[in-house]
């Protein structure tokens, strides 16, 4: 059973890429940046008090199942989520949707996707992909961040979409119901944005947002001195890993979101638009910067103060100037 | 991020095959485009970096293993890049009784039933399992 007229596209962001082939297949003309910024794929989050195989956790993205939720939500598209207690029934479920002709997207943990290179499978659990058929006791696969489609025993699909940890994916997948012939662009485009800039600016705890990009910069500075040289490489080394890792990072999410800027401003002739997304590829060059240099301190084992001011100061800066950024965002009308 | 900027620095850090990232970077028009990249240098080394300091553990853990000051379920949830909360969560089973299991003492007494157990969560065979580190096994 294959789903024939399904097509894959690579992305660079698993999520929205997921999105974005699933409206596609629904004849939605969509591209990735505009999924990305309709869904308000990006965010931050710096929970020194959540370790994560021993290292404080740090995301930059929303949670996961968020961005299909809200795009789909935006563009009038009817979809059907699911979560399960039972393996079994997760997998009949899914052959039930294959057999009706639906891809289906899937949140699953990278660590048991065999068809993904060994040195990027970590205990991830919020990666996505979709199923688009079953042939020869195998799933098809289109995973977003690869070239082309891959495939994988029903063992592993279940061990992967059954993983356990933070967040546990709970067997989750999701499928596109109906979709609706009236699509308000102007509408989907401005809600997405408001809604970045809310969770950017707003959140009053200092862990969210662009006052989490801040609190990790201070730590940042504190880790020569509160950490052993090797540790404070492991930290740093695990703040660039879940920067630039799989497409779900830091200076990848500005280039991503910047493009959906540059879209957004061409369709609704926007110019402050476009400046936005100018100066988000600025911004982007900034994060860049800053893992670039994060990666050449491990590497040389410079453990000096002052290499890890210099790194805070890089990272304060980005946070700073994404502030007045998504301020400038924040006020302007679209429609 | 221009195009001729988009990092191609190939790196196969297992020697199974890279990932082609899809990137979006700026053209000569200043238009955002897809590009796919092989690989980035600052990433590759944070990646190296991870893989080091688990293989190092990994090391010192089988030493111990083979010494009989720890079980083979610390090597192997290691290997498994699993902590103790992970495996508990897996095994069904509280911390402390993971904990225990540390034990070679207590291990040799556990049940086929949590063998095997162990033993699909680390996806190996019940006999590489209890046989890891002992000098015929040759693991």
Redesign the interface.
């Known amino acids: 059973m294959i789903i024939e007229n399904f097509k894959h596209y690579q992305h660079a962001h698993c999520e929205s890429g997921v999105s974005a082939n699933l409206l596609r297949h629904e004849g939605i003309g969509i591209s990735e940046p505009m999924a990305f910024g309709i869904g308000a794929g990006i965010f931050f989050g710096h929970l020194p008090f959540l370790k994560v195989n021993g290292t404080p956790g740090t995301t930059y993205r929303i949670w996961p199942g968020a961005i299909f939720k809200r795009v789909a939500q935006r563009l009038g598209v009817k979809v059907h989520t699911e979560k399960f207690s039972d393996p079994q029934k997760a997998m009949k479920a899914l052959d039930d949707v294959l057999a009706t002709g639906k891809p289906v997207g899937m949140l699953g943990s990278v660590f048991y996707l065999p068809y993904l290179p060994e040195a990027f499978r970590f205990h991830f659990n919020a990666h996505n992909f979709v199923a688009y058929g079953k042939e020869n006791g195998e799933y098809l696969i289109s995973d977003p961040i690869l070239q082309t489609v891959a495939r994988i025993s029903p063992e592993d699909l279940m061990k992967a979409r059954f993983a356990k940890g933070t967040p546990e994916p709970k067997g989750f997948m999701y499928y596109i119901e109906g979709v609706s012939s009236d699509i308000n662009m102007a509408k989907a485009i401005e809600k997405g944005i408001k809604q970045v800039c809310f969770f950017m600016l707003t959140p009053p705890i200092p862990w969210f947002g662009n006052k989490g990009i801040n609190l990790l910069a201070n730590r940042i500075k504190d880790y020569p001195k509160k950490l052993e040289p090797r540790k404070a490489a492991l930290y740093l080394g695990n703040v660039i890993r879940m920067q630039e890792e799989i497409g779900t990072g830091g200076a990848g999410f500005r280039y991503l979101y910047a493009a959906f800027l540059q879209e957004a401003g061409q369709l609704l002739k926007n110019d402050e638009l476009l400046k936005c997304s100018e100066e988000l590829t600025r911004i982007g060059d900034n994060w860049r910067n800053f893992a670039y240099r994060a990666a050449r301190i491990m590497k040389e084992r410079k453990s000096g103060l002052v290499s890890y001011d210099e790194l805070s100061d890089l990272l304060k800066k980005c946070g700073a100037d994404e502030k007045v950024l998504f301020k400038r965002l924040e006020k302007m009308k679209l429609q | 991020?221009n195009v001729n900027e988009v990092p191609q620095d190939e790196r196969d850090?297992?020697h199974?095959?890279?990932?082609?990232?899809?990137?979006?970077?700026?053209d000569k028009d200043?238009?955002?485009t897809?590009i796919?990249s092989a690989g980035?240098?600052?990433?590759n080394?944070?990646?190296e970096?991870?893989?080091e300091?688990i293989d190092e553990a990994l090391v010192k853990v089988e030493a111990q293993v083979k010494a009989g000051a720890l079980s083979p379920i610390v090597y192997f949830m290691q290997k498994?890049?699993?902590?103790i909360a992970?495996l508990a969560?897996?095994s069904g089973k509280w911390q402390w009784q993971v904990k225990r299991h540390f034990k070679p003492s207590v291990f040799k007494s556990l049940s086929p039933e949590m063998l095997g157990k162990y033993a699909r969560i680390f996806n190996v065979t019940v006999d590489e399992l209890v046989n890891f580190g002992k000098d015929k096994g040759k693991s």
């Not at chain 2, 095959?17 to 990137?23: A, D, P, T, Y």
């Not at chain 2, 498994?80 to 902590?83: A, V």
């Open positions: 991020m850090l297992k199974d095959g890279r990932i082609n990232k899809l990137m979006y970077a700026v200043g238009k955002y897809g796919n980035w240098e600052a990433e080394f944070a990646l970096q991870a893989w300091d498994n890049l699993m902590d992970l969560n897996y």
